[in-house]
């Protein structure tokens, strides 16, 4: 074999692992593969988000006869006095023990309520005061991170407080080409615990797990998959290879004349 075909056999036997490195499956790329089996099943669409230390509150309270709830409410003549220590008035930070200083009823604790039982609670303690009062609370830095192989990583603002790991995936863009689907995995914090659960976006069986529903600040890691991890490798290599060919090629060349 002359060294014109021994380098073209290189090149090619070359050019060759370089794309089988990036070959990816059709059982790694497609979601829910087993879709099918959804149908009949009994889902969980019962989810509440529940509040937790760190989490910001706005709470207003109205009623028919505002007078009745102005104690509740921060009065406009306080505002130019709040606004150098609070950009938004009527907003609570919950504090480390899950309690917020609520004006007229002291310290309130609210933390591990849901929305509807934290409004219950308001809702009870101003009845003395104003028997239809109107409470709208909103949990004001709701937010989820999604980071790795996804079209646009980044940190989302959840404005209606619930969200499913889908619509995350769908404010990141969705996963590239190269996201590992079966091991997307979610860190979670839990009463100053950090967990982990990983889901299988091949399967349908991810809507029946606990991470379906996100919670506030956790944080979705897809990782890439085999071939983006070959593909890597290879180009970081590339160059080394392809140099030791030339060289090796470049010896035998002038060994053989």
Do not use: H
């Amino acid at each position: 074999m002359s060294i014109k075909e021994l380098s073209r056999t290189f090149l090619t036997l070359l050019a060759c692992v370089a794309f089988c490195s990036s070959c990816i499956s059709k059982k790694e790329v497609l979601y829910f593969q087993d879709i099918e089996t959804l149908s009949g099943q009994d889902q969980n669409t019962n989810y509440n988000t529940v509040i937790r230390p760190d989490d910001l509150l706005s709470i207003t309270v109205s009623s028919q006869d505002p007078e009745s709830v102005a104690i509740f409410n921060p009065v406009a003549g306080a505002a130019n006095a709040l606004r150098t220590t609070n950009d938004r008035l009527g907003t609570y930070l919950v504090d480390k023990n899950g309690n917020i200083e609520f004006p007229y009823l002291g310290t309130l604790a609210i933390a591990n309520k849901t929305r509807i039982e934290a409004i219950q609670l308001l809702r009870d303690r101003i009845r003395e005061f104003a028997k239809e009062a109107v409470i709208d609370l909103r949990i004001l830095n709701f937010s989820i991170s999604v980071l790795g192989e996804v079209q646009r990583p980044g940190t989302f603002t959840i404005p209606n407080e619930r969200i499913t790991v889908l619509e995350a995936l769908g404010l990141a863009g969705d996963m590239t080409i190269f996201g590992e689907r079966k091991t997307v995995k979610i860190i979670r914090e839990e009463e100053g615990v950090k967990t982990y659960g990983e889901l299988d976006f091949t399967s349908i069986d991810l809507v029946n797990s606990p991470f379906y529903y996100l919670q506030q600040n956790d944080v979705i890691i897809v990782s890439p998959n085999k071939a983006q991890i070959q593909s890597g490798a290879f180009n970081r290599n590339s160059t080394i290879f392809i140099s030791i060919a030339g060289i090796v090629i470049s010896v035998l060349t002038i060994l053989t004349r």
